[in-house]
């Protein structure tokens, strides 16, 4: 079955420091996209990033960084220069290629200290 | 533009009564999803809709629960005989056919 795990339910972080937050999946397959989602308090989930499978290359967004190891299963996120307004519940999801059933993760909870 | 917008915002309904939530995806979106989240959990699949195809209702978790989209966009995801089981915020989303998805805010349903 494919999963996606995040282990760590609540991270924080001080204001202008660095965060990672963790996500493994599990799959058999070879294709698929993985991306970070953003819920704050307004419940409106906010794409972060999004990483192909067959792309090496690490994605990046502005303060936002992936490190994403496929033979590892594990895309992680990096935020740098944390700002307050980073403080939500963070998704890991994992879509298959040639299908739209997006996996989500447990979610982790950032809290951004001032 | 317009993003992904669902009513009600919050619906508060008694335990056995039916209730209907609205989704309206992005112009020109041909995928729709719902997704349902309940209080501190991830987001749970439920159904999926891509164009002409027939949607994907693999993960509806009882006969309660049904879905349609009529004319390709607008969409109504109707809970009968609802149960406190029930209780979560209902999210939907839609997409181009291989884009990513954009959400809306959710209905927030609590049964009584």
């Known amino acids: 079955a494919q999963t996606v795990t995040q282990s760590q339910p609540e991270m924080s972080v001080q204001e202008a420091e660095t965060v990672t937050l963790s996500c493994t999946y599990d799959?058999?397959?070879?294709?698929?996209?993985l991306f970070w989602y953003k819920q704050p308090p307004s419940r409106q989930m906010i794409l972060v990033i999004r990483q192909e499978a067959y792309k090496q290359q690490n994605a990046t967004e502005n303060r936002f960084s992936v490190n994403f190891q496929k033979a590892a299963k594990s895309f992680s996120l990096k935020i740098s220069d944390s700002q307050l307004g980073d403080a939500a519940m963070y998704f890991c999801?994992?879509?298959?290629?040639?299908?739209?059933?997006?996996?989500f993760g447990t979610g982790t909870r950032l809290k951004v200290l001032a | 533009g317009a993003g992904v917008s669902q009513s009600p915002s919050n619906k508060v309904t008694e335990k056995g009564k039916d209730v209907e939530l609205r989704c309206d995806p992005i112009s020109g979106h041909t995928a729709l999803y719902w997704y349902r989240q309940s209080l501190g959990q991830g987001l749970e699949f439920l159904i999926y809709f891509q164009g002409n195809s027939a949607p994907d209702k693999s993960g509806l978790p009882s006969d309660r629960f049904s879905a349609e989209r009529t004319g390709g966009s607008v969409s109504t995801l109707t809970i009968q005989r609802t149960q406190q089981e029930d209780s979560a915020v209902y999210l939907c989303a839609s997409s181009l056919a291989a884009g990513v998805a954009n959400f809306g805010p959710g209905t927030r349903l609590t049964v009584t």
């Open positions: 999801a994992y879509r298959p290629s040639g299908t739209y059933k997006y996996i």
């Open positions: 799959t058999s397959e070879s294709d698929y996209y």
